[in-house]
């Protein structure tokens, strides 16, 4: 089965920094829905085109295709030996929809990674200026926020109910020590 494991944490939270480089040190694959619907928007695939004006507003593509595209990936042999997943599941009705798929309470480990709102918008809005990301504007920012409060945080109850310990990990701190902290907690494991 391999290593399962989850990231949670709110947008700007370095979730994808760290998942790739973490997925790179345990030769897993990073799967990041985020990076799979934007690459979907730039091939202008049917999905990209649903999910465009979406993603702009900060607003969740619908369960549906987004549980189909992991869905379809999880499939793919590099995954059958473990995986990390980076934005997905967002929403308890993924989280229900993977556990499903993968079988509840096989998910090894679900690391959240936090920072506070401020530190969290400030670095969205550099990300706007490095990336030209276009839903890294303050107001898209906002609402990705309070979408994370509502519909992804409850996973952080979630998966603890269904026997997936959830270990928190401070994001503020360079990358190299937001890593080490990862590590340190994963080997506790
Ligand atoms: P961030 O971590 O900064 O929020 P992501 O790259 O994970 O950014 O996601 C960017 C956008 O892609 C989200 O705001 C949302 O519109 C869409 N998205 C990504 N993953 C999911 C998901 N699991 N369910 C629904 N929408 C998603």
Redesign the pocket.
Known sequence: MGRRIVFLGP??AG??TQAERLARAIGVPHI????M??QNVADGTDLGLE?QA??AA????P?DL?VAMVDERLGQDDAACGFLL??????LA?AEALDAVIGEGTMEIAVLLEADEDELVRR?MQRAVDEGRD?DNEDTIRN?LRVYRQETEPLVGYYPEHGVPVLPVDGLGTIDDVFARIVAVLAEH
């Open positions: 947008p700007g979730k994808g990041s829905t985020g990076v619907l934007r999910a979406i993603m900060g607003e969740l593509v369960d987004v980076d934005g997905f599941p967002r929403t993924q969205l839903d990705r």
